[in-house]
């Protein structure tokens, strides 16, 4: 299924992004990622894991933003994954499974009763947000060679 798909069905939409937003986006998503290592360097995991889903987010987001487009307002964390999977292919099946994964748990973290995150998911999630970043970024950069990111 192509990812073109999210374009008839308005879950993506056109939107011209300059290099200065786009580049910004990155930038939050890699500072995202940091924040995720230090934390977890801390032994503050719930908040890790999320620092290291909203790196993901803000990749995933990153991406959709290199193409011109934008995810509708609502549902975006689920249009972002949707897309990346469609867009990636099978070879990030398992990077974006995770990311998926990532996202319900912390709807339940946000949204329900909560549960606790251990050290050894926590760090997982960061090895995963930080293997996702650097793949987006050389996808990006082989798409747009002139773009000199972070």
Not at 4 to 20: A, E, Y
Not at 101 to 112: D, F, P, Q, T, V
Not at 122 to 141: G, L, M, R
Request: glycine share 4%; hydrophobic share 40%; aromatic share 12%.
């Amino acid at each position: 299924m192509s990812w073109k798909k999210l374009l008839k069905d308005n879950s993506l939409q056109r939107k011209k992004i300059s290099f200065k937003e786009f580049d910004g986006v990155l930038a939050k998503a890699y500072e995202a990622l940091r924040a995720a290592k230090t934390l977890i360097r801390k032994n503050f995991f719930e908040p890790a894991f999320k620092q290291a889903y909203d790196s993901m987010l803000l990749t995933g987001r990153a991406l959709i933003f290199s193409l011109g487009y934008r995810p509708r307002t609502i549902g975006s964390h689920a249009i972002t994954i949707k897309f990346c999977r469609m867009y990636l292919g099978e070879d990030f099946d398992i990077l974006t499974k995770k990311f998926d994964k990532m996202r319900k748990k912390r709807n339940y973290l946000i949204y329900g009763a909560g549960s606790a995150i251990s050290q050894t998911e926590a760090s997982n999630a960061v090895k995963t947000a930080e293997e996702f970043f650097k793949k987006i970024q050389k996808d990006i950069q082989k798409r747009n060679p002139q773009m000199k990111l972070l």
